[in-house]
């Protein structure tokens, strides 16, 4: 059974880091694409930042320039730092992964305080 274990997330300041990490279980066999979304309080979730077939990245636009996305083939994990971080990032933040099917991570909360 495939799972995804995100950490990293927790309590930050407007203008500080964190940075997520979600790792892979349950599969000997990597995945093509790999990705976050975020869903806030009373909006629909969204993409942040994905990898797809382990090259080509894309951000939303309230993200580029502040947020990275990387992944470690060999720990089938993907990271997202997350710098000069605002209020308006604060949201649970899901761990995606697609091999055939669509994997998704339970979230981890992220709080930026102003």
């Known amino acids: 059974q495939v799972q995804l274990v995100e950490s990293g997330g927790g309590l930050a300041q407007a203008g500080g880091s964190l940075r997520l990490s979600c790792e892979a279980s349950?599969?000997?066999?990597?995945?093509?694409?790999m990705g976050w979304y975020r869903e806030a309080p009373g909006k629909q979730r969204e993409l942040v930042a994905d990898?797809?077939?382990?090259?080509?990245?894309n951000y939303a636009d309230s993200v580029k320039g502040r947020f990275t996305i990387s992944r470690d083939n060999v720990k089938n994990s993907v990271y997202l730092q997350m710098n000069s971080l605002k209020p308006e990032d604060t949201a649970v933040y899901y761990c995606?992964?697609?091999?055939?099917?669509?994997?998704w991570g339970q979230g981890t909360q992220v709080t930026v305080s102003s």
């Open positions: 995606w992964a697609r091999r055939v099917f669509d994997y």
């Open positions: 349950g599969t000997i066999f990597s995945f093509n694409d």
């Open positions: 990898l797809i077939n382990g090259g080509r990245t």
